[in-house]
């Protein structure tokens, strides 16, 4: 189906339909396409069995913006460029991080990289609704069945409606999808908050009533997911007794446990008990997606110095466009027991591996030490931050050539150790300090650091901090607590490359409305005249 750059991009006529569609018979099925002698809208949008196939669609679209890989892998990564624990080295990625795209109408990573959020997310959203209207329209189907359908599609509409108004704040949502009939009809309004979270409740709480907490297929929406959702957004209407009830009931569920250790978080394809929502990719698999890049982004160019080849024990290809700041890097060296800097959620040493590029006096096995991070000299620390600077791992597979910058590796999206730390605020919020405790030092205690035994919202910050970092959710937190703006002046960046900007520091551009992000200009062009643009960027 064509997209127009706009919302009218995912409101034209569905007749023009994929003729490849996705089984759901097991789990390699999931990520297979298979082809449908009667594939029709008849078929996909008024049958048990095409409203199954069009659901895997969803988990499909819901892949495309981690296959994005225009900007250089950037746009997947604009969150992670836009955070207080970041540092934007060089590359597409690092404009977003100095503001040099990104904070304006008339900038080109706006009406590149923003848009793609914007068009990405209400195509699903229009796909979910035709799912959902399809759903109930059927008369002769079980009503189990039925109900698997809606509660899938209704979480995936409720997370995409989520990501869009935290980012945008201005939306607008429909429940109605495109028909002939509607294809050109424009929004004249954004929605109100009561509005969207109205919706927000209804669709998590019929998936939570009809969603599994062991689903068939590793990465399909289960109960568990559909709580912590829940609980997030009870968190933004700082609902905490109702965050607090659902983060309980996913721990307490006994089908999620934290993996004993963090060797075990991001291994592998992720299908541990841990996990609640990934998004998969297969190798080599009709429907398994095409590759991301984000792992190449993040870690170091550390074969670009003497004395080292490109490794799976240094974490493969890497650019060194984006990596950890100093802020993160002094939170995660706290406690020196920490294991996730031990080559398991980041890479904090890149160890000699070429004997024939050897430097005198340098060993096999050494850590990578030729360079300085000097706080004045911009080639001493330009070198030290794309060869040597302190790496993420999070999204490495393992399993392919390191010099391969292409990975297959499922991307991890909500985790119970997330959940934790929102019982541990939720908690703290209504009072219950000892409850608050025990969530937080669970995530500490598995990270082999010591617990604590005070708490207030600047621990559960750091906490998350160290253990959630790069995996998209710390610039919603920092906004939700109304401390975005102040940690971004304390922290975004780096102070050497902050003032090394040919355009200037960061922190003299930044806003405190840039907590929003600009509506990008082609969609506010094709939405109702009098739509109406975020403060700040008229």
Known sequence: MKIINAYLLSKRFFLILVAVLLTTSCEKDFLEDKLLSDTSVEFLYSSPEGLESAVVGLYALNRTIYEDNRLN??????????SDLGAGITGEVSLYSRLLWGASLGDYGT??????????YYRIIDRANAIIRGAENLTDVDEDRRNQILAEAKTMRANSYFILYRLFNNIFITTEPTTPENAFDVPQDASSEEEIFALLHSDLDFAIEHLSYN???FGRWSQGAARHLRAMVALWEEDYSEAAEQADAVINSGAHSLTETTAEVFAGDLNHSETLFAVNFEFQTIGGGSPHILN?????????????????????????????????????????NDTRRDNTYYIFEYKYNDESGLPPGKEIGEPLDLYTNSETNQNEFMLYYRRQNPGVLKFFDETVEPTDRNHFKNIMIYRLAETYLIGAEAHMMLGNNAKALEYLNAVRTRANTDPVTEIDLQEILDEGARELAFEG?????????????TFLLDHMNNDNLNESYPEGNPKNILREYMKNWPIPQQQIDLLGPNYPQNEGYN
Request: hydrophobic letters at 40%.
């Open 73 to 82: 892998g950037t746009i997947p990564l604009i969150l992670q460029a836009k």
């Open 111 to 120: 009406s590149e990289g923003l848009n793609a959020y914007w068009v990405y």
């Open 215 to 217: 689903p068939e297929q």
């Open 296 to 336: 190449w982004n993040m870690v170091s160019s550390y074969a670009d110095a003497p004395g080292l080849v490109q490794s799976v024990e240094n974490g493969g290809a890497g650019a060194g466009f984006i990596s950890l700041n100093q802020y993160l890097i002094d939170l995660l060296k706290e406690d020196p």
């Open 473 to 485: 959710q710390r610039w919603y937190t920092l906004k939700r607590t109304v401390e975005l703006y």
